[in-house]
């Protein structure tokens, strides 16, 4: 039980608890991403569907290893089984490509198979006919539904030709479906279908409902989520993840049994790697984040120089707009410039582009059109992070030149605090445009430019 979830002490005192058998109707695992938490839901809901021998015992050591034959963990094990329902928001791209490279170097690993099936069932199941029943949009995804599950059950029997073929099937279907299916929060919708299942008798010993990043969830989806966390079904257990525990309402958390997850050490994550991704070339000194980001269409070291591009283009644009109406360049935006272009310009990407559409245009090629809906958010993300690391470096450079008294714009002072505030704004609306309302990220990048610039140019 919880053997394939490493470095985590949460997963002792769950097992504690079902051995003890007091383990909560309701729980909310809570941590940083890629921790284990959503790992450990799915194992919990295999070993409480376990129907053999060891599921019976209390000693927590032999609960449902991880290799019981019983038929309810077989098919969890494979994501199959319909006593279990997943939702919620989330990004799959980097740990699906990253089970196919293992699935395609392993080729005789029955384990490497099923990782590589369970990544893109975390994606599939999300699209289960309980929680779309009367969706329109479910008839647009259909196709790319049906071709992943034909795929899917092909690839245990086909040969190494054709493995090939259809796994780069596989992760371009599921990398469109992504795009095209998940939304940024969780819709009212699909909890009230997810709690009328729950109430359902189940076919085996036991349901589990997950929901995962349950902070990103529509108002009246939390008022729904409230009614049957009030009073849930006798067989039914329901696990909340979220990596911002914050953000979840009181009125959820005091209804919830927290198990907190922690940031695992560097040796840890390398341990994961190692053992999950049979990686032993490019496991230390790395993320087990930065691991599955690199295995990404667009990786981390294309997203850093063309979040320089933007910011010295942004920054750019305000100093234009100010120098027109006869206003002084400020420092914050100068030392921003200074510092974003030459990071472009090695990185081949040229110098900061006066035209939008010339910027726009030059990013959408480099990311494929952020065909990978996750890719945007990362995009702006990798932004927001080099305008602190530019006001950071500012500082440094006053500080070595003890300047700091005339250098007001260098990272925490009240100046420098309300120009990020600019661009923090403006990028949460940006993320909202595409994720939430399916806004083009072209037009959705035309207004974040040009919020930035007049937002930047108003500061002075």
């Not at 490497?112 to 069932?121: G, K, N, P, T």
């Not at 599939?124 to 009367?134: A, Q």
């Not at 984040?289 to 920054?315: C, K, N, R």
């Not at 925490?412 to 923090?424: D, F, M, T």
Request: charged share 25%; net charge neutral; aromatic share 6%.
């Amino acid at each position: 039980m919880f053997e394939n979830v490493l470095g985590q002490s949460a997963v002792d005192q769950l097992g504690k608890d079902l051995g003890a058998g007091t383990l909560a109707p309701s729980m909310l695992f809570f941590g940083p991403l890629v921790s284990g938490k959503g790992t450990t839901a799915l194992e919990l809901g295999r070993v409480l569907s376990c129907e053999g021998d060891a599921a019976h015992t209390t000693a927590v050591s032999k609960i449902a290893p991880w290799t019981c034959a019983c038929s309810a963990c077989a098919r969890h094990r494979l994501l199959a089984h319909p006593d279990l329902l997943l939702l919620g928001p989330r990004s799959f791209s980097g740990e699906i490509a990253a089970s196919r490279a293992v699935f395609l170097r392993e080729r005789e690993s029955p384990s490497s198979q099923i990782l590589f099936i369970r990544a893109v069932r975390k994606l599939l199941v999300r699209f289960s006919p309980v929680l779309w029943e009367d969706d329109p949009r479910l008839g647009k995804l259909n196709p790319l539904l049906q071709s992943l599950e034909e795929d899917l059950d092909s690839l245990p029997h086909a040969d190494e030709a054709g493995r090939e073929k259809l796994s780069a099937s596989i992760l371009k279907d599921a990398l469109k479906l992504e795009a095209e299916g998940i939304a940024d929060l969780i819709p009212v919708a699909q909890i009230r279908r997810a709690a009328y299942w729950g109430h359902l008798a189940p076919s085996g010993r036991r349901k589990l409902l997950v929901i995962e990043n349950a902070d990103r969830m529509q108002d009246g989806a939390r008022n729904s989520l409230l009614k049957i966390l009030e009073e849930p079904p006798d067989r039914l257990t329901i696990v909340l993840t979220s990596s911002r525990r914050e953000a979840i309402l009181p009125t959820l958390l005091s209804r919830l049994r927290p198990y907190r997850f922690m940031k695992r050490d560097e040796k840890t994550e390398a341990e994961v790697i190692r053992k999950v991704y049979k990686e032993n070339n490019d496991a230390m000194g790395r993320s087990l984040a930065s691991y599955l980001d690199s295995f990404l269409p667009v990786p981390p070291e294309i997203l850093y120089p063309l979040g320089a591009l933007f910011a010295a283009s942004a920054a750019m644009g305000a100093i234009e707009t100010l120098r027109r109406r006869g206003g002084a360049p400020p420092p914050e935006l100068v030392s921003l410039t200074r510092h974003a272009a030459p990071i472009a310009e090695a990185a081949g990407l040229g110098g900061p582009r006066e035209r939008n559409q010339e910027l726009i245009a030059a990013i959408l090629v480099k990311t494929e059109n952020f065909e990978i809906r996750s890719l945007f958010s990362r995009f702006l993300g990798a932004v927001l992070a080099f305008v602190s690391e530019a006001a950071h470096a500012a500082g440094d450079a006053a500080a070595q030149s003890g300047a700091v008294a005339g250098e007001a714009h260098v990272a925490g002072s009240p100046r420098q605090i309300a120009y990020n505030e600019v661009w923090k704004k403006c990028a949460v609306e940006a993320d909202a445009a595409v994720g939430t309302w399916n806004q083009s990220p072209a037009l959705a990048l035309e207004r974040l430019i040009t919020g930035l610039k007049a937002g930047l140019a108003e500061l002075v």
